[in-house]
């Protein structure tokens, strides 16, 4: 991808090919950013993967805090419907979705794409906070309860700063689903306005019949860049917060 950003369209189809452009041309940045609106495309994309990312965290410990730490009869039954729907593709409830987000009158809006992340936020999200909240003491609780703090203040002031490793976790692997995420945007959005990076770069593909490749390329590397960075700076506690998950190989 790096090299043939780097290549004219006749060097890129050369036999035989060039690992190193022979010729480097910077010209397929410019052109291949300034063919379609890839500025709103990645303004959109923030946006969207933020939003989703501060629900899917938030809402995945919130259910997590609650099967670890409250029990009754149906515990066992919820947990195992809980881990059933990991198997789930998610192709088999996208029509049912759909069909309901229609209803709703939120098709062509990013409310189908939000509101999911605010409401449980993945089932092995989930399931990752529940195994470190089991992990943690309940001595803690007991603790925060004789000192008067109700479930939320131990959930918020406790609960949260101890599962660090894990927030960062399950933080890089929402935020790299959502930025790279293409088949849900492009089921909900219509408007050309409201395209995710992902979406974009197939409608560039499209939109101009003669495929470029050099500035598919260039487009495709700067808006893999952010995710790159992301994963890498926050490698350590993503690992991290795997392993103490008891998730490990």
Do not use: C
Request: without cysteine.
């Amino acid at each position: 991808m790096v090299s043939t950003s780097f290549k004219s369209m006749r060097e890129i189809f050369m036999v035989p090919p060039t690992l190193i452009p022979k010729r480097p041309i910077l010209d397929n940045y410019p052109k291949g950013w300034g063919y379609s609106d890839f500025t709103t495309y990645t303004k959109n994309t923030v946006l969207l993967a933020a939003t989703a990312t501060i629900g899917t965290v938030f809402s995945s410990a919130f259910v997590g805090y609650g099967f670890a730490r409250f029990k009754s009869r149906l515990s066992g039954l919820l947990t195992v419907v809980l881990l059933g729907t990991i198997m789930l593709p998610s192709q088999v409830t996208i029509v049912p979705q759909y069909i309901l987000f229609h209803r709703l009158g939120m098709i062509d809006t990013y409310w189908p794409i939000i509101i999911p992340a605010w409401l449980g936020g993945g089932a092995f999200n989930i399931f990752l906070f529940i195994q470190f909240f089991r992990t943690i003491p309940r001595e803690l609780d007991e603790a925060a309860e004789i000192d008067g703090a109700s479930s939320l203040q131990i959930f918020t002031r406790i609960m949260l700063p101890t599962v660090k490793p894990v927030i960062l976790a399950v933080t890089v692997m929402s935020l790299v689903y959502h930025w790279n995420d293409f088949f849900t945007p492009l089921i909900y959005l219509s408007t050309t306005s409201k395209y995710t990076i992902a979406v974009g770069l197939q409608f560039f593909q499209s939109a101009y019949g003669n495929i470029q490749i050099g500035q598919m390329m260039a487009v495709s590397l700067v808006t893999l860049l952010p995710v790159l960075v992301t994963f890498f700076t926050f490698q350590r506690y993503f690992i991290q917060g795997i392993k103490m998950s008891g998730l490990k190989s």
